[in-house]
Each structure stands twice: as structure tokens, then as C-alpha cells.
């Protein structure tokens, strides 16, 4: 079966620092990675995703994430963290056999002024 | 484009009662999924439908349910109501199914 984890419940970096966000994947074949952000009383907005092709990948408000095969990871990062960042984030990886969009526990950034 | 609406956004139950959410999806998009969202559990995935039929089912029990009518909106049902399904209800839509998912905001439902 298909799963992600993200090691992480809490993640905390100051203004201004690059952030990384982890996810790691188990999956049979080519992964179909993503990740997505949830602010507060809000849905989950899409970020980014990684089909095939280049390694970096470059979403939404300057986030882009690795995808690395040897490692089985797909790590978010961003170079200059903003407080406004602070949210939750998910990674999700699609099941291809059953199509179904598979979530991680998510890990909350906060970002400190 | 409008994205994705669900209503109501707020919805307090008790016990026992059942209660209809609903979902439009982005207009265009087909696939609809659905997706109950605790402190404890995380997103948990429910049921996805496309072109109104029901192509997958998480490990929910039947007291949850749902459609997808011919426009792509979508609703979901759940009967006799238990404390435990007090969730933030999310509902996603995309182009395909294995395209990437908008979500709408979701229907925070509490359970007395």
C-alpha cells in the first residue's frame, strides 16, 4: 500500500530562515507527490506536486520541494520563511491502484517574528 | 472561477439525527472527493465520485453516504449521528481523478 509520513508534528523556524517541511514516501512504482497548506478554519490549498520530470519542484508562494528517489523523500522547503507561513501543511501521495489521495499526519510551521 | 462551496459551513446536531452536507465543485470538474478531518484521526478519505458514480470508499460504515448529481455537485449523508463524528467535513474537486484537488473551505460539524 501507498503511504507518506511526515516525521515531524511541529516544526519551528524564525522570520527570515529557510524552512524545511519533511515527508517521506512508500509506494510501488513512480510516485504522484503533493503537498498542500491549511491555515486555520480554512480547506486545504494545493502547492505543489511532483508527476515526473525535474527533481525541484516550484509551487505557490515561493515553496518548492525536492523529490529525491534514493531517499524516499519529497521534503518542502523555502528559502526566506514568513510569519505568515504559519499554517499546517500535508504531504499526500496518490495510490495508483486505487486512485485515492493518501495524506500524512501534517506538520504545523510556525514561524516566529 | 469560482472555487470549491460547500454548505452549510457550520452545522450543530445531536445525537441520533442525520445531516446532509453539500459540495459544488469548480465548474468544469467531474471528480468530487470527500474527506472527514480530526485532531486525532487527520484527513481521512471517505468516498470519491466521478460522472456520478461512486469510484472509491474509505473504511467508513454505511451510516455514511453520498452522491453526485448530473451537474457534479455532490452531497453526503450521515445517519444516527454518534459523538464521534463531530469533523471538519472537506470536500475537493478536480478535473479528473488524478489531477490535483481544490478544496472548499469544509462544514465543521458538531455533535451533542
Not at chain 1, 74 to 97: E, G, I, N, Q, T
Not at chain 2, 69 to 91: I, K, P, Q, W
Request: with cysteine; aromatic share 12%; proline share 5%.
Amino acid at each position: 500500500a501507498q503511504s507518506v509520513a511526515q516525521p515531524e508534528d511541529q516544526v519551528n523556524v524564525a522570520e527570515g530562515n529557510p524552512l524545511t517541511v519533511k515527508c517521506t514516501y512508500s509506494v510501488s512504482g513512480n510516485p504522484y507527490l503533493f503537498w498542500y497548506v491549511q491555515y486555520p478554519n480554512r480547506g486545504l490549498q494545493f502547492l505543489l506536486k511532483y508527476i515526473t520530470g525535474d527533481n525541484l519542484v516550484k509551487g505557490s508562494y515561493g515553496f518548492e520541494a525536492e523529490f529525491n528517489k534514493s531517499q524516499t523523500s519529497f521534503h518542502l522547503k523555502k528559502p526566506s520563511a514568513l510569519v505568515s507561513d504559519s499554517a499546517l501543511y500535508f504531504c499526500a501521495v496518490r495510490d495508483k491502484d486505487t486512485d485515492k489521495l493518501i495524506f500524512g499526519t501534517g506538520t504545523r510551521l510556525q514561524v516566529f517574528p | 472561477k469560482a472555487g470549491v462551496t460547500q454548505t452549510p459551513r457550520y452545522l450543530i446536531k445531536t445525537r441520533g439525527q442525520q445531516v446532509t452536507l453539500s459540495c459544488s465543485p469548480i465548474s468544469g470538474h467531474r471528480s468530487v472527493s470527500w474527506y472527514q478531518q480530526t485532531p486525532g484521526q487527520g484527513l481521512q478519505f471517505l468516498f470519491e465520485y466521478f460522472s456520478e458514480t461512486q469510484r472509491n470508499k474509505g473504511n467508513f460504515p454505511g451510516r455514511f453516504s453520498g452522491r453526485q448529481f448530473s451537474n457534479s455537485r455532490s452531497e453526503m449523508n450521515v445517519s444516527t449521528l454518534e459523538l464521534g463524528d463531530s469533523a471538519l467535513y472537506l470536500c475537493a474537486s478536480s478535473l479528473r481523478t488524478s489531477n490535483e484537488q481544490f478544496f472548499g473551505p469544509g462544514t465543521r460539524l458538531t455533535v451533542l
